[in-house]
């Protein structure tokens, strides 16, 4: 590991141990790598906020899970959440099964082992951007359309909707002429969107 470990890094592995279903609390430790055959198995989300970071998760058994018909990511997301509130102010993106492998892989990246009385449960990896941006030694991670929005996680946008929803990316929101010009009052005009009612 070439990233020194913050307490930020400490804390939020500490928040997510603290959320995560357990006969016993877990504990957290420093971790020199995940095994690469449980990587396949992790659950991972982005944080952006006044601390921005990537998250991901693995643990080997989620009690009750199976019988309850609860996938992975449904259940892991309070604890990425608890994770992401040791950050400070933000919100967790969606949850997804994969991806791992090149955050686990990431010299950026801080790896922590959660231990339940002495065994290994799980890993938790974080890598923390600082202004949205993935350090230099993220190469593969730069360039990306998430990386390069994440410069501007702190801008503050109001979005006015007349009638209906409609979900758009924050490219189109940037790139499209939703927000009235300084010489007029009248309200912006969102695409139509499709409605639905019931019978």
Do not use: Y
Not at 31 to 59: I, K, R
Not at 60 to 80: I, N, Q, W
Not at 129 to 140: K, L, M, Y
Not at 164 to 178: A, C, N, P
């Amino acid at each position: 590991m070439t990233t020194t470990v913050t307490a930020l890094h400490s804390a939020a592995a500490a928040a997510l141990a603290s959320q995560l279903p357990s006969s016993v609390p877990l504990v957290t430790q420093l971790a020199s790598f995940v095994p690469e055959d449980v990587l396949s198995g992790a659950v991972t989300a982005n944080f952006v906020g006044d601390v921005s970071a990537d998250f991901a998760v693995v643990v080997a058994d989620l009690p009750g899970a199976a019988e309850a018909g609860l996938e992975a990511t449904d259940l892991l997301r309070p604890a990425l959440e608890a994770a992401g509130q040791a950050l400070g102010v933000g919100v967790l993106g969606d949850v997804h099964h994969g991806g791992a492998a090149e955050l686990a892989s990431d010299p950026a990246s801080i790896v922590f082992e959660l231990v339940d009385a002495g065994r290994p449960a799980g890993w938790f990896v974080v890598r923390v951007r600082e202004n949205g941006v993935v350090g230099s030694s993220a190469s593969s991670f730069q360039g990306s359309v998430a990386d390069k929005l994440g410069r501007i996680n702190n801008v503050e946008m109001a979005l006015t909707v007349e009638i209906g929803r409609t979900r758009m990316s924050v490219r189109d929101v940037l790139s499209s002429s939703l927000a009235p010009s300084s010489n007029s009052t009248a309200p912006p005009v969102l695409p139509p969107t499709s409605c639905s009612t019931a019978a």
